[in-house]
């Protein structure tokens, strides 16, 4: 008697998902051919056509509408159960905080790589303003975070009190600079157009700081509470901002003392926990956070 190969039910997936046998063939690493006989196997163990063909690629058929929720369940069920098997026995709850800029996407990566580790550990993360984060590590509703801070002893809460929470460790420097699009004709203008983050942030203090001290006419034209949106006004050439120096795009360049800019200070990216923080699946964690930025480090010129 035949049987569903779940092998086979990937490849459907893959191809249901993208809507296209090659995309769904690429995302399996898969050729096209290989793709499609797998397909054809499927259809002739299930009885009929999985797939309408049309031009822009394909579509599910009544009997492929019916498979789709079926092949879900059986591969997530069959992923989950390796992960569960090969796992460390790894246990616990662990509430990690991560800020809503630049290094999100890094740290996604590590969080997904430290699920798959670690199926049994239930993880609660936040994504949030960094600003945010010192305060709920010191009153204990968050056990480790991540966050950008002017100095590295930035740990307390609001009231000054650190009592929850450790001194931060510096994971990474980056320094803090003016910055303006690579042929836009913005220091002529009178005032000088100015792109700033709207959230409590000290960068944005820093920037506002430094604008005043220079004593020259400025207008905030654009605000964005992310790194990316900034980003994309200062490289749109609607104006000039503050900027970390690690991720510049070459597309921007620098603004220093010739331009009439100061220098600006280094940003911390910091890693925060709790003092109650002492269960495997928090330390555990904090090595694999920290071990990635140490590669990160280590790489850089």
Request: negative net charge.
């Amino acid at each position: 008697m035949p049987h569903l190969d779940s092998d086979l039910l990937r490849s459907f997936l893959a191809i249901a998902e993208t809507g296209s046998i090659t995309d769904g063939a690429a995302r399996i690493h898969r050729t096209q051919s290989a793709a499609s006989l797998q397909i054809k196997r499927l259809e002739t163990i299930v009885g009929g056509r999985v797939f309408d063909r049309h031009g822009r690629g394909v579509a599910l058929t009544d009997l492929g509408q019916r498979l789709l929720p079926v092949a879900r369940d059986v591969t997530t069920r069959l992923d989950t159960t390796l992960r569960r098997l090969t796992s460390d026995g790894l246990e616990g709850r662990l509430r990690l905080g991560v800020p809503d800029d630049h290094s999100q996407q890094f740290l996604s990566r590590i969080i997904a790589d430290f699920t798959q580790s670690h199926p049994c550990v239930e993880l609660e993360v936040t994504c949030d303003l960094s600003a945010h984060f010192p305060d709920a590590l010191a009153r204990g509703t968050l056990d480790l975070a991540v966050y950008e801070a002017e100095r590295p002893s930035d740990t307390g809460t609001s009231t000054g009190t650190s009592t929850g929470a450790n001194t931060g460790d510096v994971l990474m420097r980056d320094q803090t600079a003016w910055v303006m699009a690579r042929g836009a004709d913005l220091l002529a203008c009178d005032p000088i157009p100015v792109a700033l983050f709207d959230r409590a942030c000290w960068w944005r203090d820093a920037a506002l700081a430094a604008l005043d001290n220079m004593g020259r006419p400025y207008r905030v034209v654009y605000s964005s509470q992310s790194v990316s949106g900034v980003s994309a006004a200062i490289e749109a050439g609607v104006a000039v901002g503050l900027l970390g120096l690690a991720t510049l795009p070459s597309t921007l360049m620098r603004l220093g003392p010739d331009q009439g800019f100061p220098d600006m200070p280094i940003s911390h990216l910091v890693l925060g926990k709790t003092k109650q923080a002492a269960s495997a699946a928090c330390t555990s964690m904090e090595m694999a956070i920290r071990k990635a930025f140490v590669s990160i480090e280590g790489s850089r010129p």
